[in-house]
Structure formats: C-alpha cells, structure tokens
C-alpha cells in the first residue's frame, strides 16, 4: 500500500491543531468575570440571545401540538418565566436531561425528551466549565455570571465521536449561545435559543447527580 508522504501528514495534524482546541473558550486577558461574556460573544449569538424570549414563545407553540399534558408535566422546566435568584451552580457531577421543542427542515418530530446523561462543571479559577459525557450532541463551553438569575452560557457542539471540540467562534454552525437559570432547589436549566440544528429551542435540565 501506498504511504502518504510526510509533508502531507504534517499539514493534516496542523491544520487539526488549529481548528480544534481542548479550551473551548479563550478568557480575554485582563477582563472583568462579568464583563468577559461579552467581549467573546459572536455577533450571531448577540443576535439569538437578544430574542432568546420570543423564540422560546415560538418553540413552545410549534410543539405543543399532540404534546401538551407532557410539556405541562414539565412545570417551571419549559416556563420561560421561571428562573429564580440565586443562580450560580456549585462545580461537580450532574445529570443532564435534553428536550428539543419545535422542528428546523424535515425533522420529524416538533417535541422530544432524552434519556439523562451525565454531566459535569468543573471550575478553573473561578470559571465553571460545562461538558455533557455522552450523546450524538455534546455541548461544551463555560458559564460566566451576569445577573442574579442568569448566567450566560458559551460553548461549540461536539458531534458524533469527535474526541476534540471546535473552539468558539472557529465555526457558526458549532457555536451555541445559552442562558443558565436556576428554577428549584437543586435544579437548573441551560436554556439554548435557535440552534443551527434540528430544533427552535433546546432545554437541558441539570440537576446533581446522586
């Protein structure tokens, strides 16, 4: 068999290296923690974040349809009005439920729930890292504080058995824009407006693992 010839290789590894990163969000140097969601911020997401509520009226619309005993069943979960004070999340080991609401293109289905799966907020100097440990759509990134009933989520979804994730801002398509409120005793919510995939909406509910 033939072999690929050595400069070839090279530029392959280097071209990965550039496009993925281990640190999914880089930190300004120098900025403020509540002020460094901000300066990362995509124009696009700027955009998606500022409409997060009429998107969510939407997606809520478009699904349910067929669906609404079990969106009730839901409660604060799926209210876009029910994020409490007292937002910030201790670091540690969660469970991580997805609902998709609402349907992009020719997916079947306008309201979907998935099996729970296990998550994790690291903190690193301060900064709380967000990833999920399994799915075909991993969400990976960080919350950062901004009010006392939100923080703002900045990430990349990794697909499939991608090993690495594209940092933020490397890719549109991959970029994702989120709000994280606390609506319980022991429960959250990442709230994600307008995906580029499949869905209008998308709700992750993290609650810790037991």
């Known amino acids: 068999m033939p072999r690929l010839p050595a400069f070839p290789l090279l530029a392959l590894l280097a071209l990965s290296a550039c ?11 120098a900025a403020a923690p509540s002020n460094a969601w901000r300066l990362l911020i995509a124009d696009e997401d700027r955009t998606r974040l500022r409409h997060w509520r009429p998107t969510w009226v939407d997606a809520l619309a478009a699904a349910r349809p067929g669906n609404e005993a079990a969106i009730a069943a839901e409660g604060p979960l799926l209210d876009p009005d029910a994020g409490l004070a007292g937002v910030r999340l201790p670091a540690g080991d969660y469970r991580c439920r997805r609902l998709k609401l609402g349907a ?3 997916t079947p289905s306008r309201y ?5 799966q296990p998550c994790r907020l690291a903190e690193d100097g301060g900064r709380l890292h967000f990833s999920i440990g399994g799915g075909p759509q991993r969400p990976l990134g960080a919350f950062f504080p901004d009010t006392s009933r939100r923080m703002i989520f900045l990430g990349t979804l990794q697909l499939g058995d991608e090993a690495l994730a ?6 549109a398509e991959r970029d994702m824009i989120g709000i994280v ?3 319980g005793d022991n429960r959250w919510r990442l709230v994600l407006p307008a995906p580029h995939f499949e869905s209008l909406l998308d709700v992750i509910e993290l609650v810790p693992a037991r």
Request: charged share 30%; aromatic share 10%; net charge positive.
């Open 104 to 106: 992009q293109g020719a």
């Open 19 to 29: 496009t993925h990163s281990r640190e999914v969000v880089a930190l300004p140097e």
């Open 181 to 183: 409120e606390r609506i």
């Open 166 to 171: 594209y940092r933020y801002g490397r890719d």
């Open 112 to 116: 979907r729930v998935f099996a729970p």
